[in-house]
């Protein structure tokens, strides 16, 4: 079994690893680090995809665009790419570089399990940071991804839209736990 686990440092991501090998000693542990460009505290680097900001006689809930007043009327000539409509659920769009990106991806292929930490999973974490990183990684392989926290304030419904397949708080480092659910001793 394989597990790639990501953080934003790379001494968070071992840190990880080493617990999720002491609790699962027969998963190969990989960690590494996700430099995010734009993902502390400044602005994006990148403009937000097309669908992932309201438009005009909107409101934003929870990441999603809800028209609000009287629908227009939808004729010939309204549909298509100038009209592409709401976003489909799933992880947003990736923002490393290019080579980066393909790198990742290419690591989430080789994994079972996609293990990304955070301190604070938030909005904020769903639209940009390791997380991103990593549901965008693993979504074309069909892998699962796991965030490991100290403190969610998203709820499920928002974290499984964005492409994540579970969210463990963790109390004093307590990955064992976790590491046993992702990683079953018959999968060795």
């Known amino acids: 079994m394989h597990v790639l686990l990501l953080a934003e440092t790379l001494p968070d991501a071992e840190r990880l690893a080493s617990a999720w090998h002491a609790a699962a000693p027969h998963a190969v542990a990989e960690a590494r680090e996700v430099v995010v460009p734009g993902a502390r505290g400044t602005a994006p680097s990148v403009p937000p995809a097309l669908g992932h900001e309201p438009a005009s006689g909107s409101v934003l809930l929870a990441g999603a665009a809800i028209p609000v007043g009287r629908p227009a009327a939808v004729g010939a000539t309204d549909a298509g790419p100038a009209q592409p409509g709401p976003s489909a659920p799933g992880p947003a769009p990736s923002v490393l570089p ?40 693993a979504a074309p392989h069909a892998v699962p991804v796991v965030v490991v926290t100290d403190r969610s304030e998203v709820t499920r419904r928002e974290w499984s839209t964005a492409g994540l397949s579970g969210v463990h708080e963790v109390t004093d480092g307590d990955v064992a736990r976790v590491a046993r659910t992702w990683t079953p001793g018959w999968a060795s």
């Open 98 to 137: 290019p080579a980066d990106g393909a790198a990742l991806g290419r690591a989430a292929a080789g994994a079972d399990v996609v293990v990304a930490y955070v301190t604070r999973l938030d909005g904020e974490e769903l639209r940009r940071g390791v997380v991103v990183e990593a549901a965008a990684a």
